[in-house]
């Protein structure tokens, strides 16, 4: 069964920090895409970064450059991202997806095949 499993949301104050992890299982990293896209409550789903097959091509959404960092480990098959100065408009449920292209597609969700499950991101002020 291919699925992918996200972990480490919670609640941070903010301008604190959180690393979420996506795990896959049931199919090999290697060859897929993963983009981390985020949905508030009322909002639409955003993009906000994603990391190619290879894992040397990222992209990052205007709100989250330089905050945040995606990361690939291949041998863990695991994606992590790690969310730095937190703000309140960051606070979402954090969702991963995997899609069967090299590339890093940021803006068209519809392109990825398999989703996790989400978790929620909670920034306290």
């Known amino acids: 069964q291919l699925q992918l499993v996200e972990s480490g949301g919670g609640l941070v104050q903010l301008g604190g920090s959180l690393r979420l992890s996506c795990a896959a299982s049931?199919?090999?990293?290697?060859?897929?895409?993963i983009g981390w896209f985020r949905q508030a409550p009322g909002k639409e789903r955003e993009g906000v970064s994603c990391i190619s097959s290879s894992g040397s091509i990222t992209n990052y959404a205007d709100s989250v450059k330089g905050r945040f960092t995606i990361s690939k480990d291949n041998a863990k098959n695991t994606v992590y991202l790690q969310m730095n100065s937190l703000k309140p408009e960051d606070a979402a449920v954090y969702y991963c997806?995997?899609?069967?292209?090299?590339?890093?597609?940021?803006?068209?969700?519809?392109?990825?095949?398999?989703w996790g499950q989400g978790t929620q991101v909670t920034v306290s002020s």
């Open positions: 997806a995997a899609g069967p292209f090299r590339l890093c597609i940021l803006s068209k969700s519809g392109f990825y095949d398999y």
């Open positions: 049931g199919f090999t990293l290697d060859y897929y895409a």
